[in-house]
């Protein structure tokens, strides 16, 4: 039986989409990236291309070091913190997610943290990191020498490992963290919050310039909480807080009259929470939206 470039191209989409998302850290510009690379391919000769899946993945992997480029110039000028766009993984967007090591590879805090790399070490960190491609692989892929990106693997780990090293409880706590955290901020509790967060947390919100938020990260326990109290006077009579796993981990969803508004993900030190990322940015939860709508219709 023929199958159709179609038919071809969707068996790895799941898998392009994934490694597009994590080089950028942003799902709408991976759906782009992935749809430039069918229409590659559909314009290709199929009886030159041999491997395909790794036929695509280099062209998914140029697509994205290309936009790499113009990313950095263009978050230089951004409003306020940038932070990924979150995306819903219960679905398995991102594939499947069985391990810690597997869960923390999409998570919110290490996609900043591979922003400190340059487009080629986000690359070969990447491709080692999360899809297991070994060297000599990388280097057909990025039509480097096999030295050469051993050296950039190991730069980029080192990079991303000076960061003071992450305590990550198990899932189950995390989730009961998460489920107190939600409770807490229901009820207005801002001692129930306080046991919650670290002396030193980090408040960061993303609203890209289009939501009224913090332009600058929120530092420290109590200047959080009176934040935090801010947000509960303004937005709590209308707000629902849901709970919802985010790249991997997890995380909670704010509806205000209905519409996704805010998600936001949790990083750990010693039990506390010692870093929250919201991301409000209309533009970065649209993929979100999407997801959830898929869902309630399903």
């Keep these: 039986m023929t199958t159709t470039v179609a038919d071809d191209f969707e068996t790895h989409r799941p898998r392009l989409f994934g490694l597009a998302y994590r ?13 430039d690379a069918y229409l590659r391919y559909s314009g290709a000769d199929r009886a030159e291309i041999g491997q395909l899946g790794a036929w695509l993945a280099k062209v998914v992997t140029n697509l994205c070091l290309n ?9 230089e000028t951004y409003v306020g913190p940038w932070l990924p766009e979150p995306v819903v993984t219960a679905d398995g ?33 990447v491709l080692r990191e999360a899809f297991g491609y070994a060297h000599r692989e990388i280097a057909q892929l990025l039509e480097l020498t096999e030295a050469n990106c051993r050296q950039l693997h190991r730069r980029a780990v080192k990079r991303i490992s000076a960061e003071e090293t992450r305590f990550t409880p ?10 107190s955290f939600l409770g807490a901020a229901r009820d207005g509790d801002l001692a129930g919050l306080e046991k919650l967060l670290a002396q030193d947390v980090v408040w960061s919100s993303d609203g890209g310039g289009k939501v009224r938020t913090a332009l600058r990260p929120v530092l420290g326990r109590e200047k959080v909480l009176r934040f935090l109290a801010g947000l509960a006077q ?16 997890p995380g909670v969803l704010v509806h205000a009259d209905g519409a996704l508004i805010a998600v936001i993900a949790f990083e750990y030190r010693e039990d506390r929470i010692v870093h929250a990322r919201a991301v409000m ?4 939860l649209d993929f979100a939206r999407r997801q959830l709508s898929a869902q309630d219709d399903d």
């Design 234 to 249: 303004k937005y709590g009579p209308t707000w629902e807080l849901a709970e919802a796993e985010i790249n991997g981990e």
């Design 281 to 284: 940015s209309p533009e970065k």
């Design 170 to 179: 198990t899932p189950e706590r995390q989730r009961r963290l998460v489920t």
């Design 23 to 35: 080089m950028l850290g942003s799902a709408h510009e991976a759906e782009d990236v992935v749809q």
């Design 93 to 125: 967007t991102l594939g499947p997610l069985e391990s810690a090591e597997q869960r923390e590879a999409v998570s919110l805090a290490l996609l900043v943290l591979l922003e400190r790399l340059t487009p080629t070490e986000r690359a070969v960190y």
């Design 67 to 75: 936009r790499l480029t113009s990313a950095r110039v263009r978050r």
